[in-house]
């Protein structure tokens, strides 16, 4: 199973940049997949999740109203657009999953087992 993600980059504050997270040996579709971020000397944070039954989304609220996760099957990809950036938003960005992580508990990430190596979204001021 192979998670990964793309689409990190230098933007500045205020401005927009969409990650995706795309899987080989793995169907998304049938999975909750959960956003996390992690910047330097920081504990990883959770950023959001987007399950699989209905496609429905829980955030952070640091990212609330801010940052969007969706899906598209087809390509069996995650997507998570962030709007409004702003410098505090920079980290690295991974997504994850296993059989066991659902929605219901976004911000459990210690013992999730299958995570991309991530993309670095940095924001400048």
């Known amino acids: 199973v192979q998670l990964v993600e793309s689409g990190g980059g230098l933007v500045q504050s205020g401005g927009s940049l969409r990650l995706s997270c795309a899987s080989s040996g793995f169907d998304l579709e049938y999975s909750d997949i959960g956003w996390f971020r992690q910047d330097a000397g920081k504990e990883r944070e959770a950023v959001g999740c987007i399950r699989d039954s209905d496609n429905s989304t829980v ?67």
């Open 59 to 125: 955030y952070a609220d640091s990212v609330k109203g801010r940052f969007t996760i969706s899906r598209d099957n087809a390509k069996n990809t995650v997507w998570l657009q962030m709007n409004s950036l702003k410098p505090g938003d920079t980290a690295v960005y991974y997504c994850a999953t296993d059989p066991y992580y659902f929605c219901s508990n976004y911000d459990r990430s210690d013992d999730i087992f299958y995570w991309g190596k991530g993309t670095l979204v940095t924001v400048s001021s």
